[in-house]
């Protein structure tokens, strides 16, 4: 069983968990009291280059704990004075570290767009993000067939939320791309050896069409990798342990802004 495999077994038990505890309509109702959804979208198109999405994530499964200690309403209120356009949080509890409680927190603390970072399988779990106050939800290919894919992105619009769509290659980006998909996320970490390599942006860069906003995520620390992605048509950036693993994420996210920025004056 590979870890994508075990993570998606133990979601499901979790998701029958939390549906006998909190029924269906209980969300919706809580749902149709948070504010209306901020779209991430507009906030990328309005925000000058580097657009950063950060994320506030413990641990993982390939790097173990990065931040244990991290206290997430000063971590998102840093990321969002920081110019952050939108900030990811991770709610998955046994690979993450993360809870559900760390999303409801978040919203509490900043207006900027949120993204439940999870692994989303059934329509409990997008309507429980509204709940929380989620404004964009990440949908991954390899977790689900295009069909599901195309049913949980539509949910997702419903709800009037946006789509995040993440794949790892050509044949997922083409199976699961739908008109309900807003973002196209590329994640560089290889699922099999967790190896990270912006090559697999690069070399997807141009199969994405025009009219949805390219996003790049994962193994993000170079400057000059930023600078490249951007030149091949990404606008967008996913960055979360080269932040989390400073003592001040927002600090480290301004620091790499600024890093970016002199990166693209010195090619030009």
């Not at 009291?33 to 507009?42: A, C, G, I, M």
């Not at 009219?211 to 979360?240: M, N, R």
Request: aromatic share 6%.
């Amino acid at each position: 069983m590979t870890i994508l495999e075990e993570i998606v077994a133990q979601k499901k038990l979790h998701i029958a968990q939390c549906q006998q505890i909190t029924p269906y309509s209980a969300l919706e109702q809580r749902a149709k009291n948070q504010l209306p959804p901020v779209s991430t979208r507009q906030s990328i198109l309005n925000t000058p280059f580097p657009a950063f999405i950060t994320e506030f994530k413990r641990k993982s499964p390939s790097k173990g704990w990065i931040n244990a200690d991290a206290d997430l309403q000063t971590v998102v209120a840093g990321y969002a004075q920081a110019g952050a356009v939108a900030i990811s949080v991770l709610t998955d509890t046994s690979f993450f570290g993360g809870k559900d409680q760390d999303l409801e927190q978040a919203r509490q603390k900043v207006n900027t767009p949120l993204l439940r970072k999870d692994f989303m399988l059934d329509e409990y779990q997008i309507l429980e993000a509204r709940a929380l106050g989620a404004d964009l939800i990440l949908l991954i290919a390899a977790c689900l067939t295009p069909q599901v894919s195309l049913r949980l992105a539509q949910f997702v619009k419903s709800l009037g939320m946006e789509v995040l769509l993440e794949v790892h290659n050509e044949a997922e980006l083409q199976s699961h791309l739908n008109p309900s998909v807003d973002l196209v996320g590329v994640n560089n970490r290889n699922l099999h050896t967790f190896h990270t390599s912006i090559d697999t942006s690069l070399a997807l860069a141009e199969q994405i069409p025009a009219e949805f906003i390219k996003v790049s995520e994962s193994g993000l620390s170079q400057p000059e990798s930023i600078v490249q992605l951007s030149k091949a048509g990404f606008q967008a950036f996913l960055i979360g342990e080269n932040f989390m693993r400073a003592a001040e994420p927002a600090a480290a996210c301004i620091q790499f802004k600024q890093a970016v920025e002199s990166a693209l004056l010195s090619i030009s």
